[in-house]
């Protein structure tokens, strides 16, 4: 990697400080994408704001009758938090399925968020259980924050503090892993909230989105054979190696009927 | 005492490997642990392209960037090219083209990594900033990738002096005879197959460190090789000029090879030629990145075959037709993996009386093809088993049967095949029957019943092989080629009081070499085997070798460590009898003791080796003192291990996803040494064919010849939850004409597997109507193939 200047602040405050006096800075929340790309020299930022030594963006807490996750917590703690397995347990599954063992343990929920990789997982919990994603400046909706490929709403200098997902009635996430990477060829994330059913789907498109077809089914009946009867267009999935947009279409039915099953 | 030797140290024992203390404790000392003082860090500009000129070079920034000690491009480098090491002659007779091949390009270069320049800097990230200031201005011309369409009208060409890309047109086996064959078939099965690109993603990257001692001229190479002496003789007398006597190639511990560790590489020569330009030490490590673009990759062959049957089916005829891709360059030993090591096989386990075979060697733009694991024979087994499978299903045979109505007899051996070998030993019933009763054949039906009520298509697929391995009889490859002979050399050194060493031409790199090797000698000379130690990989240690792949190591290696043995045993005979004031003839070495026989009268190895070594009373005028042979050990013919494999998966009929839910494996491999390590063995092998029939294979861009596959991210290796619990049977019959009987295990699993795997796919799906899937059955591809089948039969 290129050399870069490295910082390692102890509050919001100070990273977006050292942010906005860098010409080309970068945050460090786990460093689970941004590392490789650094080795691989496809990124030269002049500064890594590191935000591991800030207190206040660790932890899990129950809120009102849902969860919060500090932005620096990470997949494993996520995975074994008593607290997320009571609350949305699909939640808990969701985030022990991420990477292996040693990503669980570095990655973090805001660097996967903010990163918004379109095969990541946590996009499909996030949008299919319509969190908030808190920033140091304000709060965004799921359905405002995710905005295309590695894009989403966070402004610069803002940084995500916290997300806060409100407790489903139930929920279920099931993924295909793309076999080489074992990253989500299609993940869905299946949810009946207070606010309808939301289906998300990760992998299968440029960013995360949610299926209407798969949500009118589902709403009206909450079973994987409502599920799989659903067909979907191929238009805009994604095409590659390891399947084709007629593939994913066919698996997202088919992940969102074991979703479906798997949420009870 | 010796008994116990035997049952739990000696031969057939259950050792536990010497070698893992200090690999699982990170002990052992790899090529990249090696650091020599003052040293300078290697840094490789590889071309972005697949196919360009290199119109103009100007390394001057980089030169003058801090920390860089030198720059060298294709211009500075003035020795030679690195050499084929087997030559092919095409069907009129013709010698095989051999294009130049230059550790550094000069005018052109022809795949992705090729090597543009060489930086050599204080530290490795100094040379790597510097090689970002080298300006290279290519011109980029179009690339040929698919060995396929290689040889057809308007390919870009790689070499003008390969028309059509064509290194050689070569044939084997009596094509009248096998068109007569066809003339009189009741059947012809045909088949298209593709035998895709593998790489072999070793664990260790490559390395290699090069060294110059000014003082005495001479040359020093660290390197990550299945074989030193090789190394030194190719890079010496080849590229480099360098006398052997100047020239040390030391492959410490080294971990994994694969085949992919035989060649000798650009960088080798590279560092080592440059350590004597700056006359500093020169280190290279591949990045996991650069191993993908430029170790050797395996298989990638094109092939078209048929076979004739008689009424009752039994084989009367084979015709293969195949196109082999050899990369941008000849390496090592390319031009023999996909003509000696493929077409010979073609008989199989089976009395097919006519074959004929054409292969059609073709340069494309991408990374070398030379041996992997099984290296011809992998690919040879594979198009016999898909073909025999399919003539089964197509006249209705049971696909157990029509195999076994095939079979060579096991009265019929020495058995002499239409293609060109003649196998000295084998037994295919037996292994077949075990293979059988071992994954519950029988039983099938009713396990296929039970995933049917689950969703899943279960599936069993056998495959029925043969290898030829113990690499090589030198006199034969010569004949068929081969550039080099390939014996083995070992040495034992008995110290004065009594502790071994033993030094082997074979170089261990996973196999467990100091284990085995420990055994047998242990139990040869009757000594524990805490006091045998095996030294391997070191041409100033090790008096000359060939080194370790074509699954050699024990039946060449092994042999010559016996045949030393005996030696050692001979003279401590006369020793022994002159200590006992016996006679010769009457020393008889048993439990190991040497003893006067009918008497107790005796002496142990160790006082024999401390009269050799402090000759006082010793018969100085007929003997030499010390108490240690060297023996060459050339074999008489190939080995040829054989058995059944038996697969068994399910398909998830939603998803395509394939999971391998039994995997059996019956092999004949002759003598074993260490049951334990075969397993081993088996076990490894067997997930590397998983590997290459459902999920590994390279892929380049067809337009642009970029590597897709070039990380793991989209290149899959095999990982635990891929492979199930195998169960590994051995019914052995003898190597006949090696003193140990021994055949050889390396490459089995990854011979017998990938058509097992295929044909339980294929048994799978059969329900749904689909008849053909190529490797790797990926889910996308099986899913693929079942909305095929679905879409026909509507």
Known sequence: MHDFAYHRPSSVADAVKALGSASDGKLLAGGQSLLPTLRQRLAEPSDVIDLGAIAELKGIKVEGDGITIGATTTHAEVAASADVKKTIPALAVLAGGIGDRQVRHRGTIGGSLANNDPAADYPAAVLGLGATIRTNKREIKADDYFKGLFETALGD?????????????????????????????????????????????????????????????????????????????????????????????????VMAARAAAAAG | MPNDIATQTGIGARVKRKEDFRFLTGRGT???????????????????????????????????????????????????????????????????????????????VRHVGDQVALVCAETYAQARDAAELIEVDYKETTPIVNVGDADKAGAPQVWPEAKNNVCYDWHLGDKAATDAAFAKAAHVTKIDLVNQRLIPNAMEPRAAIGDFDRATGEFTLYTTSQNPHVIRLLMGAFVLQIPEAKLRVVAPDVGGGFGSKIFHYAEEALVTWAAGKIERPVKWTAERSESFLTDAHGRDHVSHAELALDKDGKFLGLRVSTKANMGAYLSTFAPCIPTYLYATLLAGVYTTPAIYCEVKALFTHTAVVDAYRGAGRPECTYLLERLVEKAARETGMDRVEIRRKNFIPVNAFPYQTPVALQYDSGDYFSTLDMALKMSDWAGFEKRKADAKARGKLRGIGISTYIEACGIAPSAVVGSLGARAGLYECGSIRVHPTGSVTVFTGSHSHGQGHETTFAQLVSE????????????????????????????????????????????VIAKSKKIAAHLLEASVADIEFKDGKFTVVGTDKSKTLGEIALAAYVPHNYPITELEPGLEETAFYDPLNFTFPGGTHVCEVEVDPETGVVQVVNFTAADDIGRVINPMIVEGQVHGGVAQGIGQALLEGAAYDAESGQLLTGSYMDYCMPRADNVPNIQVGN??????????GSKGVGEVGAIGSPPAVINAVLDALLPLGVKDITMPATPYKVWQAIQSAKKAAE
């Open chain 2, 731 to 740: 019914h052995a019959t003898m190597c006949t004409h090696n003193p140990l």
């Open chain 2, 524 to 567: 040869g000379l009757g000594i524990s085997i805490e006091n045998v130690e095996v030294s391997h990989g070191d041409t100033n240690k090790v008096p000359f070798g060939m080194g370790t792949y074509g699954s050699r190591s024990l039946a060449v290696g092994g042999s010559a460590l016996v045949k030393a043995m005996d030696k």
């Open chain 1, 157 to 253: 200098g803002e940084i995500i503090t916290a997300v806060h997902f409100p407790k489903p009635e139930k929920a279920g996430y099931m993924k295909f892993e793309q076999p080489a990477s074992r990253f989500c060829l299609v993940g869905v994330f299946v949810a009946k909230t207070k606010a309808g059913l939301r289906v998300a789907v990760t992998g299968a498109g440029p960013c995360v989105f949610r299926s209407k077809e798969l949500e009118a089914a589902l709403g009206s009946n909450f079973t994987a054979d409502a599920a799989k009867a659903v067909k979907l267009k191929a238009d805009g999935l994604n095409s590659d190696l390891h399947g084709s947009p007629e593939y994913r279409a066919a698996l997202i039915s």
């Open chain 2, 30 to 108: 790899y090529t990249d642990d090696i650091n020599r003082p003052g040293q300078t860090y290697a840094y490789i500009l590889r071309s972005p392209h697949a196919a360009a000129d290199i119109v103009k070079i100007d390394a001057s920034k980089a030169k003058a960037a801090p920390g860089v000690v030198a720059v060298f491009t294709g211009a500075d480098y003035e020795k030679g090219g690195l050499p084929a090491g087997w030559q092919i002659h095409s069907k009129d007779g013709s010698p095989m083209i051999e294009p130049p091949h230059f550790p550094l390009c000069k005018d052109k």
